[in-house]
């Protein structure tokens, strides 16, 4: 197997991209509760802070603020698409066990990139926020539910008008 190289500065931001395996499912938001509620038992058991967060139908970008000395994201993705995956199951959702054991449902690894600095950050947070776009999803940013542009705008950290107007998204590489 190969070794990946990955970030583990403790207390950083990070940015993420998690993807199901089926990039035509709609699952993720066909069962959003069972994902909120994944997340948030997660973060009761090892703290971390969502910044940012768009979860869109097969995929989802979120930035984490991580606690200070704390490096482990690893543990906290897999303990969140396990919660999530047993609670699908539970509702009767059929899926066969691969191979190796494991339900199928997620892809096996997920994108991870430190936030460098503030720049960084902005640029991570607008592609998150336009991420539904992108994907053809809607036509304007707000309109998209599942998206932590609506806690930004409601706590005055971007203007009411912000997503209609354009932005500049630096081009680089954001995991998809």
């Not at 038992?41 to 979120?62: F, G, R, S």
């Not at 066990?97 to 720049?119: A, V």
């Amino acid at each position: 197997m190969v070794n990946y190289r990955r970030s583990k500065t403790p207390g950083a931001l990070y940015f993420f991209t998690v993807t199901l395996r089926n990039r035509q499912s709609n699952l993720l938001i066909t069962h959003i509760n069972d994902l909120r509620h994944a997340m948030k038992t997660v973060q009761i058991q090892h703290p971390y802070k969502i910044e940012a967060i768009a979860i869109l139908p097969d995929h989802l970008h979120t930035i984490w603020q991580l606690p200070k000395n704390d490096n482990n994201y690893s543990l906290r993705w897999q303990r969140i698409k396990g919660i999530f995956t047993r609670r699908i199951i539970k509702k009767g959702m059929k899926i066969a066990k691969n191979h190796r054991g494991e339900y199928p449902i997620w892809q096996r690894r997920f994108w991870e990139h430190t936030i460098r600095n503030e720049n960084d950050f902005e640029n991570h947070v607008n592609y998150i926020h336009h991420n539904p776009i992108k994907h053809g999803l809607v036509k304007k940013v707000k309109d998209w539910p599942y998206s932590s542009l609506h806690k930004y705008i409601r706590e005055g950290l971007l203007p009411p008008g912000w997503s209609e107007d354009p932005v500049e998204i630096e081009d680089t590489n954001y995991g998809e």
